[in-house]
């Protein structure tokens, strides 16, 4: 069995799939955290991993950039390839005060500026709110306390526009708390809701819009373990 984007066979991808956006940083976590890996997926060279964490399968398999981009492969996993658990596990800037470079925000729902919800169809005017599954959740909130990581439980946004973010525009959402923006979650939170599956968010700070700090390209590669391990407990 194949998809247009994804040549693994039917039983190649776990139940549980764990998603950063880069292709590289699936295969780090692939080769640091999993025993027994095979690539399973290399269409479009959007890496993907099965292996083993503590006994448990699981798939590791980059996103791309874009609610589009996680919207294709979320919704080829949840409908041809049986998988019940999507984690986001990426990266997103600060816009509030109190998140530092490097803490994890678990997103509780994603708000956005896309349009990516008129497919649906729903009731004209209407606005769907794009939440995260509570067991995953409630899993992701347990293993930050436990490890003593730096965590905040809110509320995204999921931008269409990386560049071009007026600070009038992102200081609104601010106040109406929203944690940070990032450019995914609203996308694998909707799909979610129309396969009846499970989907979550794990994001790390990699920058501030307030402070101007920022992470490198490797630092978002290879840094982001606190985040890695919370996921990976969250393993179905």
Not at 152 to 177: H, I, R
Request: proline content about 3%.
């Amino acid at each position: 069995m194949s998809t247009p984007h994804n040549n693994a066979n039917k039983g190649d991808i776990a139940k549980t799939v764990l998603m950063p956006g880069d292709p590289l940083r699936a295969k780090f976590i692939a080769e640091t955290f999993l025993s027994d890996v095979r690539q399973v997926n290399a269409v479009r060279n959007m890496l993907a991993f099965t292996g083993k964490y503590n006994g448990k399968e699981v798939t590791i398999m980059g996103s791309g950039m874009g609610i589009p981009s996680i919207g294709i492969y979320s919704y080829e996993l949840y409908n041809f390839y049986d998988v019940e658990r999507i984690i986001r596990i990426g990266s997103a800037g600060a816009i509030v005060p109190d998140l530092k470079l490097f803490d994890i925000v678990i997103a509780q729902a994603a708000s956005t500026n896309s349009n990516w919800a008129s497919q649906y169809n729903l009731p004209n005017g209407s606005t769907f709110s794009a939440i995260s599954s509570y067991d995953a959740l409630n899993k992701a909130v347990e293993s930050a306390k436990a490890n003593k990581f730096r965590f905040k439980v809110g509320q995204v946004l999921s931008a269409d526009n990386f560049y071009n973010n007026p600070e009038t525009e992102w200081k609104k959402w601010a106040s109406m708390g929203v944690l940070c923006c990032e450019m995914e979650s609203y996308g694998l939170f909707m799909t979610a809701a129309q396969a009846h599956k499970e989907a979550l968010a794990l994001l790390t700070i990699s920058d501030s819009l307030i402070t101007h700090e920022e992470t490198t390209a490797e630092e978002r590669q290879t840094s982001f373990t606190n985040m890695m391990k919370v996921a990976l407990d969250c393993i179905k």
